[in-house]
């Protein structure tokens, strides 16, 4: 009889121990995004601001063709090249050798690092930036476009490089970015740079191809 109840009692312990094993208590836990299928067609409006919130949008993707090498679209209009996982290659405004701020697939606690060659079109300078980057949680972050499900990464930039004068860059950028698979982009990005200050880059609004 002793051994019956025992039995019993192990049997109901191991089916809890499976429950808990197939729902996990902290949902992120749970959460894995893969790379997203971007399709030609595609389309995100962006706002980027300064110092004033604003949400009319004056930065448009368009995606034209998307390859196993990687994405080629416009930026208002001029070239833009992404990697295959969206990371930017080049735009109107910077190109970048090795960029990795994302790094599919993305799930809680996932680090990485990277090195990269930078140029800022706009003031001629170049240089190399050394990047840590790890996804810190996996949340709900609203932007003009809506509400999304996003995972939250940190990254920190140890900048280096030279400007068209030789004068030298030198110091550490900041930035939080959410990625958000329903929008199969980056929806929200809050960077801190000693040279140009605090910016922002909300999603105004998306198409996207199915």
């Given amino acids: 009889m002793t051994l019956c109840k025992s039995g019993a009692v192990m049997s109901r312990a191991a089916s809890m121990a499976i429950v808990l094993l197939a729902f996990p208590a902290d949902p992120a836990m749970a959460q894995r995004a893969n790379r997203p299928d971007v399709k030609a067609g595609d389309r995100w409006q962006f706002v980027v601001y300064y110092t004033v919130p604003s949400t009319t949008p004056n930065r448009t993707w368009v995606i034209t063709s998307v390859t196993p090498a990687g994405i080629e679209g416009t930026e208002d209009g001029e070239p833009l090249r992404l990697t295959p996982e969206l990371n930017v290659l080049e735009s109107p405004r910077h190109k970048d050798s090795s960029?990795?701020?994302?790094?599919?697939?993305?799930?809680?606690?996932?680090?990485?690092?990277?090195?990269?060659?930078?140029?800022?079109?706009?003031?001629?300078?170049?240089?190399?930036?050394?990047?840590?980057?790890?996804?810190?949680?996996?949340?709900?972050?609203?932007?003009?476009?809506?509400?999304?499900?996003?995972?939250?990464?940190?990254?920190?930039?140890?900048?280096?490089?030279?400007?068209?004068?030789?004068?030298?860059?030198?110091?550490?950028?900041?930035?939080?970015?959410?990625?958000?698979?329903?929008?199969?982009?980056?929806?929200?990005?809050?960077?801190?740079?000693?040279?140009?200050g605090p910016s922002t880059v909300e999603l105004v609004a998306f198409d996207l191809r199915r």
């Fill in 99 to 196: 960029p990795k701020a994302l790094a599919f697939p993305l799930e809680v606690g996932k680090r990485w690092n990277y090195v990269s060659d930078w140029v800022f079109k706009a003031k001629g300078a170049r240089g190399r930036a050394a990047v840590d980057v790890v996804v810190t949680a996996y949340e709900k972050v609203s932007v003009p476009a809506g509400e999304f499900d996003a995972f939250r990464l940190e990254a920190r930039e140890r900048l280096s490089g030279t400007s068209p004068i030789d004068s030298q860059y030198a110091g550490e950028t900041t930035r939080t970015f959410w990625y958000a698979p329903a929008a199969r982009a980056i929806v929200r990005i809050v960077s801190h740079n000693p040279y140009l």
